[in-house]
């Protein structure tokens, strides 16, 4: 799943190579994909692109007032061709879900890979019209995302930090992959409890997850949208690389699975050495 540094280096991409574009035609091949109806798909075409945005993990086209927003999920990505082919699309023959033609003949598909379809995409007057727009937290790489903001996110808070990084409701733009390595950077654990933890360490996460997220962010940016998974994954410390060497003390990289997901961390690191038990409910073995 891309999260905020991926999310933001497509947008950067899309912003320049739609510079002085239009959108000539919207085509919907996977109906579910869109989650609005009004307005139509057809509102977009002759409209100008004003600009590219982001919010949280959603990118934001703004075609004359009217936004297409669309989430990539799990799946999803975005396909960028400097010359659509002319064929039309056929629902269900392939995996886009729907392609934007642009005024000079070049255009961008949504895709998404598997059976578990989750890709969403809104045509909207406001993004915040978006429920998940709507509902975001703040953005940690703003300028007023302050420490002292991020003491109050956790204060009180009795959830485990890993979960709190991901929660879009509190923070916008973490996901599974960032939240481990944040961690990792911090030398946290995983399941430490948010609105328990002292504050040299909150302290610690704050920076860490600032520089993690400018990092990432500055190594995607000026990559084109094909080379960016490929990039993430060659950037990870622990995230995905289960059994292999810690690049900070040289122990194993150690997992925890889930139901439909996992997290990886380093247990000298972030657990005092003590493995993390492999469980939905996972406590430090003692």
Same mark, same amino acid.
């Given at each position: 799943?891309?999260?905020?540094?991926?999310? !933001?280096?497509?947008?950067? +991409?899309?912003?320049?190579?739609?510079?002085?574009?239009?959108?000539?035609?919207?085509?919907?091949?996977?109906?579910?994909?869109?989650?609005?109806?009004?307005?139509?798909? !057809?509102?977009?075409?002759?409209?100008?692109?004003?600009?590219?945005?982001?919010?949280?993990? +959603?990118?934001?086209?703004?075609?004359?007032?009217?936004?297409?927003?669309?989430?990539?999920? &799990?799946?999803?990505?975005?396909?960028?061709?400097?010359?659509?082919?002319?064929?039309?699309?056929?629902?269900?023959?392939?995996?886009?879900?729907?392609?934007?033609?642009?005024?000079?003949?070049?255009?961008?598909?949504?895709?998404?890979?598997?059976?578990?379809?989750?890709?969403?995409?809104?045509?909207?007057?406001?993004?915040?019209?978006?429920?998940?727009?709507?509902?975001?937290?703040?953005?940690?790489?703003?300028?007023? +995302?302050?420490?002292?903001?991020?003491?109050?996110?956790?204060?009180?808070?009795?959830? !485990?930090?890993?979960?709190?990084?991901?929660? %879009?409701?509190?923070?916008?733009?973490?996901?599974?992959?960032?939240?481990?390595?944040?961690?990792?950077?911090?030398?946290?654990?995983? +399941?430490?409890?948010?609105?328990?933890?002292?504050?040299?360490?909150?302290?610690?996460?704050?920076?860490?997850?600032?520089?993690?997220?400018?990092?990432?962010?500055?190594?995607?940016?000026?990559?084109?949208?094909?080379?960016?998974?490929?990039?993430?994954?060659?950037?990870?410390?622990?995230?995905?690389?289960?059994?292999?060497?810690?690049?900070?003390?040289?122990?194993?990289?150690?997992?925890?699975?889930?139901?439909?997901?996992?997290? %990886?961390?380093?247990?000298?690191? !972030?657990?005092?050495?003590?493995?993390?038990?492999?469980? &939905?409910?996972? &406590?430090?073995?003692?």
């Amino acid at each position: 799943m891309p999260e905020l540094p991926e999310v !933001q280096a497509l947008v950067d +991409f899309l912003a320049e190579r739609t510079a002085g574009l239009a959108v000539t035609k919207v085509e919907l091949a996977s109906i579910s994909a869109l989650k609005t109806f009004n307005p139509p798909p !057809q509102s977009l075409e002759g409209a100008p692109i004003d600009g590219v945005h982001r919010h949280g993990k +959603f990118l934001d086209i703004d075609c004359d007032g009217t936004h297409l927003v669309f989430h990539l999920a &799990r799946a999803g990505w975005l396909r960028w061709s400097d010359q659509l082919p002319t064929t039309v699309l056929r629902p269900g023959k392939s995996p886009i879900a729907l392609r934007v033609r642009l005024s000079d003949g070049s255009g961008f598909d949504l895709t998404e890979a598997g059976t578990k379809k989750s890709l969403a995409a809104y045509i909207v007057r406001d993004p915040k019209e978006v429920p998940g727009v709507a509902r975001l937290g703040p953005d940690p790489l703003a300028d007023d +995302f302050t420490l002292e903001r991020f003491r109050e996110l956790l204060t009180g808070r009795r959830t !485990q930090i890993k979960g709190l990084l991901r929660d %879009q409701e509190v923070i916008a733009g973490v996901g599974n992959a960032y939240s481990d390595e944040i961690l990792h950077v911090a030398k946290v654990s995983p +399941f430490a409890i948010a609105g328990s933890l002292p504050p040299d360490v909150v302290d610690r996460l704050y920076a860490a997850l600032r520089e993690t997220l400018s990092s990432a962010v500055h190594a995607a940016s000026g990559k084109p949208a094909k080379e960016l998974k490929d990039a993430k994954r060659a950037g990870m410390r622990v995230h995905a690389r289960t059994g292999q060497a810690c690049p900070e003390c040289g122990d194993v990289v150690r997992e925890v699975s889930f139901a439909d997901t996992s997290l %990886q961390y380093c247990a000298t690191c !972030q657990t005092g050495g003590k493995p993390l038990a492999d469980r &939905r409910m996972s &406590r430090l073995l003692k």
